[in-house]
């Protein structure tokens, strides 16, 4: 069992920066690919972003390529997101996730991912 647990979100004005921090526990964090997707109201949840067990591989969407940025922390057992030139169309709410499968390399399907956090709001305003 994986508890994964969102921080960090909240209201921001368009062109603003958010940090969010995923919080794993129940297993050795370092064997898990991990990944972030969000969901829009109305919309189908969407790969972000993700990143390998040891962080040297990393994908994103392309629309945050560049504003974006993914790490990881094994030590700390964390997840993080920074989030920087935010668009009113990155409003959603975010989630993480793990991958404890045999995967080598991340994905960026969501039925790939095992375990998922509750989930935190990011809304952007114009």
């Known amino acids: 069992q994986v508890q994964l647990v969102e921080s960090g979100g909240g209201l921001v004005q368009a062109g603003g920066s958010l940090t969010l921090s995923c919080a794993a526990s129940?297993?050795?964090?370092?064997?898990?690919?991990m990944g972030w997707f969000r969901q829009a109201p109305g919309k189908e949840r969407e790969f972000v972003a993700a990143i390998s067990r040891n962080g040297v591989t990393i994908y994103y969407l392309d629309s945050v390529k560049g504003r974006f940025t993914i790490s990881r922390d094994n030590a700390k057992n964390t997840l993080y997101l920074q989030m920087n030139s935010l668009k009113p169309e990155d409003t959603a709410v975010y989630y993480c996730?793990?991958?404890?499968?045999?995967?080598?390399?991340?994905?960026?399907?969501?039925?790939?991912?095992?375990?998922w956090g509750q989930g935190t709001q990011v809304t952007v305003s114009s």
């Open positions: 996730a793990s991958d404890f499968g045999g995967r080598n390399f991340p994905s960026r399907k969501p039925t790939d991912y095992d375990y």
């Open positions: 129940g297993r050795t964090f370092s064997r898990y690919l």
